[in-house]
């Protein structure tokens, strides 16, 4: 269920997902802190099995929604986890009243995990808002709907918009987000300090994890967007 990519520091676990009929997947990462407290980054699907996992690795102290996109699954986590924090965009703040947050995401690391995670909100996008992290202890980093990898069937519908979009079996920025960057001078700081980070793998939630190179990775990205 939870998959560790930094032997006592940082875990992911995938579900499928479904958005407009196609089926592609999302994924979770969990960071322990310093202090042995839980991070939680996009939660997926709670399950009585997920949650006692997620028991087993330490207190449950922060559950961040990263995106505007990426809030559907916290319901259930307000219930199994009362003591945590909920942190979430500007726009989620309205968005989603019922849920009790804590903090608003920005460029400012909150400090209760300033000495742990870097981030930085993607900026000049008219509907993108993600906040983009990275865990340097675990040298990841981790993003939500700014790159995207569709894994589809040759032929199927999923696989003709995946093209269209420039993400069928390639990592890349997709077309319909790229085309809502109305500042690309705010966009290229945003990667910018992005690239300023010390990172090889990059952990996303539409596609496979990066496994190396994803520094490279995010440098030919933000080429493509000059």
């Not at 961040?64 to 009362?82: C, D, E, N, Q, T």
């Not at 996008?125 to 980093?141: E, H, Q, Y």
């Not at 966009?187 to 520094?215: C, E, K, M, Q, Y």
């Amino acid at each position: 269920m939870l998959e560790e990519l930094q032997p006592g520091r940082l875990w992911v676990q995938y579900a499928d997902q479904s958005f407009l009929s196609f089926r592609f997947g999302t994924r979770m990462t969990v960071i322990r802190l310093a202090d042995g407290g839980l991070f939680l980054h996009s939660p997926t699907p709670l399950s009585k099995e997920l949650a006692g996992a997620l028991r087993l690795l330490g207190p449950v102290r922060f559950i961040v929604a990263p995106s505007r996109f990426h809030h559907l699954h916290l319901g259930p986590y307000i219930k199994a986890f009362p003591e945590a924090e909920f942190h979430g965009t500007k726009r989620l703040l309205t968005k989603r009243r019922d849920i009790p947050w804590k903090g608003v995401l920005s460029d400012s690391t909150p400090a209760p995990w300033q000495g742990d995670i870097r981030q930085v909100q993607f900026r000049g996008s008219l509907i993108l808002d993600d906040v983009v992290f990275c865990d340097p202890k675990a040298d990841i980093l981790i993003l939500t709907d700014l790159v995207q990898f569709h894994e589809c069937r040759e032929g199927s519908l999923h696989a003709l918009v995946a093209r269209m979009l420039g993400v069928y079996q390639r990592y890349a920025v997709p077309r319909d987000i790229r085309l809502t960057i109305w500042d690309r001078d705010a966009a290229r700081r945003s990667l910018r300090t992005i690239l300023r980070w010390d990172f090889d793998r990059i952990v996303l939630p539409h596609g496979p994890i990066v496994p190396a190179n994803g520094h490279r990775l995010m440098a030919r990205i933000m080429q493509r967007l000059n």
